[in-house]
């Protein structure tokens, strides 16, 4: 059974801090893995990992994935109270009929 | 702004009653999915309508019953639902079926008495 799990569920930080959250994968066949920043209701596109060891960025944020160890992290750095959200993992399997399965997502908490 | 729009943002049914949710997408895209978010549970895919045409639906309960007019807009008809139905209910869209670009929208938080 695909499965995607996410760690920690949930992370309370003081504003100023960098933080990382996990994301493992176990799927059959796998295409690219996404991340995604849910604030209140719509989750919003931040990035899409295909390749081991590439990193992505986007300002204070980055991320990376380790295809052999069947894992990602996004990176937070100096953390602001507006980055407090869900953070969701989605893997996308290829097929006739493609699948995106997602973790449970990690619930962020920046405190100023 | 994401160009996906959903209606009504929040819903109180009971169970015997006949609702509908509504998706609207201005992104001229072809693709458009409905999603169930529970609490503590990850985002589960219920349907996907590419060109209209419903290409997916993933064991979800015949009480649920999509409806794709056209492909700017989704409707989920939801009649003599239960409880554990209560959920966020997202809408996304996207051109083709490649789900790494999909879009969504704000979602309806649906409460099931």
């Known amino acids: 059974e695909d499965k995607v799990v996410q760690s920690p569920l949930s992370l309370v930080v003081h504003e100023g801090d960098t933080v990382t959250l996990n994301c493992s994968y176990e799927v059959t066949n796998f295409r690219s893995l996404l991340w995604y920043k849910q604030e209140k209701k719509a989750p919003t596109f931040l990035f899409m990992l295909?390749?081991?060891?590439i990193e992505k960025k986007s300002g204070r944020l980055s991320s990376i994935l380790d295809k052999k160890e069947l894992f990602s992290i996004l990176n937070i750095t100096a953390t602001q109270t507006g980055d407090s959200a869900i953070y969701l993992c989605a893997v996308v399997r290829p097929g006739g009929s493609e699948k995106l399965v997602f973790g449970k997502g990690t619930k962020l908490t920046v405190n100023p | 702004e994401t160009g996906v729009t959903q209606t009504p943002r929040h819903l109180v049914m009971g169970m015997t009653n006949k609702k509908s949710l509504k998706c609207e997408q201005h992104?001229?895209?072809?693709?458009m999915y409905w999603y169930k978010q529970s609490a503590k549970k990850p985002l589960e895919l219920m349907f996907v309508?590419?060109?209209?045409?419903?290409?997916e639906n993933n064991s979800v309960p015949s009480r649920f019953s999509p409806e794709c007019p056209n492909s700017s807009h989704l409707f989920l008809h939801l009649h003599t639902l239960q409880p554990e139905d209560s959920a966020l209910y997202l809408c996304?869209?996207?051109?083709?079926?490649?789900?790494?670009?999909?879009?969504f929208g704000p979602g309806t938080r649906l409460l099931v008495l």
């Open positions: 992104l001229g895209h072809n693709a």
């Open positions: 295909t390749s081991s060891g």
């Open positions: 996304a869209s996207s051109q083709g079926l490649a789900k790494e670009t999909q879009y």
């Open positions: 309508y590419s060109l209209e045409e419903r290409v």
